[in-house]
């Protein structure tokens, strides 16, 4: 499955997701690709939408491999298999700089405002799609902690051991494919272009569209 951009992914996604409109949800994006989809499936819902931040771990060998996540309200997740061999040291400097970028975010996206009131409702976390999927654990497990009634992932495309990784966090997974073969997120986006924090900001404002359908894979 390859999708014409992230609109369209949110299209679909939202289609699969129409048995949770009558529970009243609230969608919860990861930046920033997933605000694009995320702003799709909220007017589908017709639920209130904002974000959740997370940041992925960098290993210190290859800043592109995830060792893990964090995600604002204190979520840590560390991939016991990619961290091992890595210092408790090197580990503790990343966090510090990925909460430092958190920090930026949240004032950037809410204006520095706390997570939304999610207790007893159904929550569903939403992204462009995963690779790893370590940012989107650490925001399921950040979304956890605020007391849904209900904790729904939902992504356009995983690999199979992504959602797998995604079941043990969530009440339920919502992903339109699962391909074997799976090398990034974005070979799965005709149009996989980044977009800058003022396209989320008019997102989450209004539902503006971006002038490109774009985001960042992860």
Do not use: W
């Not at 890595?86 to 503790?92: K, Q, V």
């Not at 690779?131 to 992932?153: E, F, W």
């Amino acid at each position: 499955m390859v999708f014409a951009d992230r609109r369209d992914a949110g299209r679909r996604l939202a289609a699969a997701l129409a048995h949770l409109r009558d529970r009243r949800p609230f969608v919860v994006a990861v930046p920033r690709g997933g605000v694009v989809v995320g702003r799709e499936v909220a007017n589908f819902l017709q639920a209130p939408l904002d974000v959740i931040v997370p940041r992925k771990l960098r290993a210190p060998f290859n800043p592109e491999l995830a060792i893990g996540a964090v995600a604002e309200g204190g979520a840590v997740f560390i991939d016991e298999d990619t961290a091992r061999g890595i210092g408790s040291g090197y580990l503790g400097q990343e966090i510090a700089a990925q909460r430092g970028e958190i920090a930026r975010r949240v004032m950037v996206y809410r204006g520095g405002r706390s997570l939304p009131c999610l207790e007893g409702v159904t929550a569903i976390v939403v992204d462009d799609g995963i690779a790893t999927g370590a940012t989107m654990v650490a925001a399921l497990r950040a979304v956890r902690a605020l007391a849904p009634a209900q904790l729904v992932a939902a992504v356009p495309v995983a690999p199979p051991e992504g959602i797998v990784r995604l079941a043990k966090e969530a009440d339920e997974v919502v992903c339109l494919a699962a391909p074997a073969l799976f090398h990034a997120v974005g070979q799965f986006y005709a149009d996989f272009s980044q977009i800058e924090d003022d396209e989320v900001v008019a997102l989450l404002a209004g539902g503006l569209r971006p002038h490109t359908a774009s985001g960042e894979g992860r």
